[in-house]
């Protein structure tokens, strides 16, 4: 298969965990229905983004993985013959929880999960008082329409994380996320911040020679205090944007990567080929100071 249709839900989320579940899978159905494939949620998609605030009762959101939500995904998209890349909080064992995402196929078959290897502390996004960091390695998935590689949120600043990935044989590059705007920010900070997202990750499919999948959530949260800016976004295999969604609507949207493109701007491009992999045994250094 050359050709596969991506579905991206962009969607705002509400403080009931139910109601988020449902409303996502209202939403693949939608996406279904326009043609969908391989179908991709934000990060995290089952609640708020309950990070802003250090608090112990939001573990009670933590689920076990294959649980509760992915059964309910694994029966629509078997029903539906579709790919779901689902990002939940995980709870391993007491006290150990991850930021994680779980791939089910298209026959209903849960592939098996990545957990999040690099973990924010910064303002607002408190994720190390709640995660522990990924200890699986970086993954890849051999569904039924594409081999994919899934990456989430904070791990789309790397290069080494995509070009790991990609290296195991990725052909297209997923990352749930959830970023916003403080809302007493100017609209020039708001804009730098957002193109500086956006370039890092369009950079992963110049380098790699891949398509990348990039889907945001949407709305206003923490008391008004943070609107998450929306603009999820599909690229082809040079970077090139195929799809890109508003920063305030709520948006399912289906479209179509042509992946034979991969072989051929990696010919044309060779940036894979001409690596000097004898030259990078630093990049495993914290700081180069000797």
């Known amino acids: 298969m050359t050709k596969v249709k991506i579905g991206t839900v962009q969607m705002s989320c509400v403080a009931d965990k139910a109601a988020n579940l449902s409303k996502a899978m209202d939403q693949i159905r939608t996406a279904a229905s326009k043609g969908a494939q391989i179908i991709c949620l934000q990060e995290l998609f089952t609640s708020l983004y309950f990070c802003d605030v250090e608090d112990y009762d939001n573990f009670e959101l933590a689920e076990s993985i294959p649980g509760p939500s992915t059964t309910a995904l694994q029966t629509v998209a078997a029903e539906l ?9 995980e709870k391993r064992t007491e006290g150990l929880y991850h930021n994680t995402t779980a791939v089910i196929d298209a026959d209903g078959s849960y592939l098996g999960k990545y957990r999040k290897m690099h973990i924010p502390d910064d303002p607002g996004y408190y994720e190390k ?5 990924g200890d699986l390695g970086y993954k890849v998935f051999q569904t039924k329409y594409a081999t994919i590689g899934v990456l989430i949120c904070w791990d789309q600043w790397y290069p080494e994380a995509a070009r790991i990935t990609s290296l195991m044989g990725a052909e297209l590059l997923f990352f749930p996320t959830a970023i916003g705007w403080a809302t007493d920010q ?30 945001n959530r949407v709305g206003f949260e923490q008391d ?35 992946l034979s493109q991969s072989d051929y ?20 250094k914290r700081f180069i100071d000797e």
């Open 129 to 133: 008082f709640y995660f522990t960091p």
């Open 186 to 215: 100017d609209d020039e900070t708001n804009q730098d911040q957002y193109n500086a997202w956006q370039t890092i990750q369009r950079s992963h499919s110049v380098a790699n020679g891949i398509p990348v999948i990039s889907v």
């Open 224 to 258: 008004g205090a943070m609107k998450f800016w929306g603009g999820s976004f599909i690229t082809n295999a040079q970077g090139r944007l195929l799809y890109l969604a508003s920063h305030d609507a709520e948006e399912t949207e289906v479209t179509e990567i042509d």
């Open 81 to 89: 013959g579709v790919v779901i890349v689902a990002s939940l909080f």
């Open 265 to 284: 701007f990696r010919k044309h491009w060779p940036f894979l080929r001409d690596r000097r992999i004898d030259s990078y045994a630093q990049i495993t």
